[in-house]
């Protein structure tokens, strides 16, 4: 058995000069064998999709998805035009900021603890909005000149508007529920679904929790992880986690810097074998690699590398100097001097493509797992 991993020429002294600086740990990028990889649960038999219910009631609230409308000051416009949006997260302090604020974000702690996202198809977000609409829809009335138009098209007068009768199916959706719970070595992903009332905003649990256990099979910049696992046909799930955010010079401004790269850190794009992309803000993306005697598949994702302060100066930067004044009181200086930080405040980064393969020889037992990095575009500064 064989296994694999490289890191192309170009990025070998650059990143392992930025990558054991710009972590806390040491970088790495190893695999293990592929007949090492945890074995995947066999999958149960394909069940029918659940039959959506008529309606949910508002008191009942099940399934880890929570619903939320903004503010009425901030949708009054909206629902006198007959409309409205409802939103759902992932987790209820999220929805309760919706709804008291108008609007959300994620949790701004470490990547490193478990987290949820959410989908009505296939890719899962942090965040849904759907379009309500709160009572029919009444078209304009046509001026006398586009009436004169329909009448030569034989378009006009219109067929009656149609009368929607019985409750709105349409208005139950079913949502996916995701929970990724990391570890040094290991993640774990599990699944569960809940139908959600647009209507009412009640929510209810439907079907049985999923779990699949994902081990780790190599580490890119800032602790990037890239899990694996198998299934005894040769197919395998794969799944790259995000970037850790670095610590700042300045305590202070962690907070800050959180919430400023967050979305950053959290962007994966991936390149399917077959060619279509999937791109997530939920800070890990997914996808199934399958090798056969003499043929292979890979996927490239990219992601944020983000790293260590330079030692160049930055032209760029605002300065003190150019704010100096004779008659400034100590106050002011200090207004200044704290201006001019933020102002400055920083992060650089760099994109990173982590391309996985699985390939397989004619002579060979098992497939060769490999993970491979480099540099995918030129550093950037974000600030924040």
């Known amino acids: 058995m064989r296994t694999k991993t490289a890191l192309t020429p170009s990025?070998?002294?650059?990143?392992?000069?930025?990558?054991?600086?710009?972590?806390?740990?040491?970088?790495?990028?190893?695999?293990?064998?592929?007949?090492?990889l945890p074995v995947l649960p066999a999958a149960?038999?394909?069940?029918?999709?659940?039959?959506?219910?008529?309606?949910?009631?508002?008191?009942?609230?099940?399934?880890?998805?929570?619903?939320?409308?903004?503010?009425?000051a901030d949708r009054k416009n909206m629902e006198e035009q007959g409309y409205h949006y409802v939103h759902l997260y992932a987790t209820e302090r999220e929805a309760q900021d919706m709804a008291s604020t108008g609007s959300a974000d994620p949790p701004a702690g470490e990547s490193t603890g478990p987290r949820q996202c959410i989908a009505s198809g296939s890719s899962f977000s942090p965040h849904l909005s759907f379009y309500v609409r709160t009572k029919p829809y009444v078209p304009?009335?046509?001026?006398?000149?586009?009436?004169?138009?329909?009448?030569?098209?034989?378009?006009?007068?219109?067929?009656?508007?149609?009368?929607?009768?019985?409750?709105?199916k349409d208005r139950v959706e079913l949502i996916h529920i995701e929970r990724i719970v990391p570890t040094p070595e290991a993640v774990t992903i599990e699944t569960t679904e809940a139908f959600v009332d647009l209507e009412t905003m009640g929510t209810r649990a439907v079907g049985t929790k999923t779990s699949q256990r994902l081990s780790r099979v190599a580490s890119g910049p800032n602790e990037i992880g890239i899990f694996a696992a198998r299934d005894d046909k040769g197919k395998s799930v794969f799944m790259v986690t995000n970037p850790q955010i670095p610590p700042t010079s300045v305590e202070e401004d962690r907070q800050a810097q959180l919430q400023g790269l967050r979305s950053a850190a959290n962007r994966l794009i991936a390149q399917m074998p077959g060619g279509g992309s999937s791109e997530?803000?939920?800070?890990?993306?997914?996808?199934?690699?399958?090798?056969?005697?003499?043929?292979?598949?890979?996927?490239?994702?990219?992601?944020t590398a983000f790293l260590p302060p330079s030692t160049e100066p930055d032209e760029s930067e605002t300065t003190e100097e150019q704010f100096e004044s004779t008659a400034m009181s100590e106050a002011q200086i200090k207004s200044i001097k704290?201006?001019?930080?933020?102002?400055?405040?920083?992060?650089?980064?760099?994109?990173?493509?982590?391309?996985?393969?699985?390939?397989?020889?004619?002579?060979?037992?098992?497939?060769?797992?490999?993970?491979?990095?480099?540099?995918?575009?030129?550093?950037?500064?974000?600030?924040?």
């Open 11 to 36: 990025l070998c002294l650059a990143a392992g000069i930025a990558l054991v600086t710009a972590s806390p740990q040491e970088a790495r990028a190893e695999t293990i064998p592929f007949d090492k």
């Open 44 to 72: 149960p038999a394909a069940a029918s999709t659940p039959e959506a219910p008529e309606k949910i009631p508002a008191t009942e609230h099940g399934g880890g998805v929570f619903t939320a409308l903004q503010p009425l």
């Open 140 to 168: 304009p009335k046509p001026s006398q000149a586009q009436i004169a138009q329909l009448v030569k098209l034989h378009r006009w007068p219109p067929p009656p508007p149609k009368v929607e009768k019985g409750p709105h």
């Open 280 to 303: 997530t803000g939920c800070g890990y993306v997914r996808f199934a690699l399958t090798a056969k005697p003499g043929s292979g598949q890979m996927a490239t994702v990219l992601a």
């Open 338 to 384: 704290e201006m001019v930080h933020r102002q400055n405040r920083g992060q650089r980064a760099r994109p990173v493509a982590i391309n996985v393969s699985l390939s397989q020889l004619e002579s060979e037992k098992d497939p060769l797992l490999s993970v491979t990095l480099g540099w995918a575009g030129s550093e950037q500064k974000l600030r924040f």
